[in-house]
């Protein structure tokens, strides 16, 4: 089945610093790769997604990049606030063909505080 | 409004007393799915249904069942919980299979002792 490693499990930056937040996954089949949010006590909320066929994806001040050939993606984001500290989780979707089809699985997650 | 409805939001039970926890959209979404969070892990997939009477294991499907009779409804069955079932659980539902965004419920937090 698919594997997905996220790193760092922490991550601590001064307010206007960018910060990277890294995974890897093992299914070469797998088409599809969002992140969310998940704020202390709530739910976790979708705030950018990439698919197989584009590299990099933009909003505002947070992008993905996506290294299909390395099996690797990243979340980038600048200029960050105290209100983007958060949970952030990274995940594949597995596509037909692949040892993980219509599962969705997360990476670990990564704890980003922002120091005003 | 548009929304996953998870019940009971906490819940405190003993071991092997088979209890459910339900799950209900209004989105009229195809795709539905369990997960459990536990520290250090991340969100990780019980099961998952792609759409009504198909239901699929996630990664961590051992000690739990789910049902799909209808569209809107998924409920997750623990016939006899157990102390490491003790987790946060989320349900969520997406438009289209598991390639479009998810909406999660508030969550259910849940005790074995």
């Known amino acids: 089945g698919e594997n997905v490693e996220q790193h760092p499990s922490t991550l601590s930056v001064q307010e206007g610093d960018s910060a990277v937040i890294k995974c890897t996954y093992s299914?070469?089949?797998?088409?599809?790769f969002p992140w969310y949010k998940q704020e202390l006590g709530k739910r976790p909320q979708l705030i950018i997604d990439?698919?197989?066929?584009?590299g990099e994806k933009k909003d505002q001040r947070i992008a993905v990049t996506l290294n299909k050939t390395a099996k690797h993606f990243s979340l980038h984001i600048t200029e960050t606030q105290p209100e983007d500290s958060a949970v952030y989780f990274c995940?594949?979707?597995?596509?037909?063909?692949?040892?993980?089809?219509?599962?969705?699985?997360f990476g670990q997650g990564t704890i980003l505080t922002v120091h005003p | 409004e548009a929304q996953v409805t998870q019940n009971p939001r906490y819940l405190i039970t003993v071991t092997g007393k088979k209890l459910t926890v339900t799950c209900s959209q209004n989105?009229?979404?195809?795709?539905m799915s369990w997960y459990r969070q536990d520290p250090g892990l991340g969100l990780r997939q019980i099961y998952y249904?792609?759409?009504?009477?198909?239901?699929d294991k996630g990664d961590v499907p051992e000690g739990y069942k789910v049902s799909r009779k209808e569209k809107r409804n998924f409920p997750l069955i623990l016939e006899s919980p157990s102390p490491n079932q003790t987790s946060l659980y989320f349900c969520?539902?997406?438009?289209?299979?598991?390639?479009?965004?998810?909406?999660f419920g508030q969550g259910t937090r849940l005790t074995v002792v």
């Open positions: 995940a594949a979707h597995g596509d037909a063909g692949g040892t993980s089809y219509g599962k969705l699985t």
């Open positions: 249904s792609m759409n009504v009477e198909v239901t």
């Open positions: 990439i698919r197989s066929n584009v």
């Open positions: 299914d070469s089949a797998s088409n599809y």
């Open positions: 969520a539902s997406s438009l289209e299979g598991g390639n479009t965004e998810a909406f």
């Open positions: 989105m009229n979404h195809e795709y």
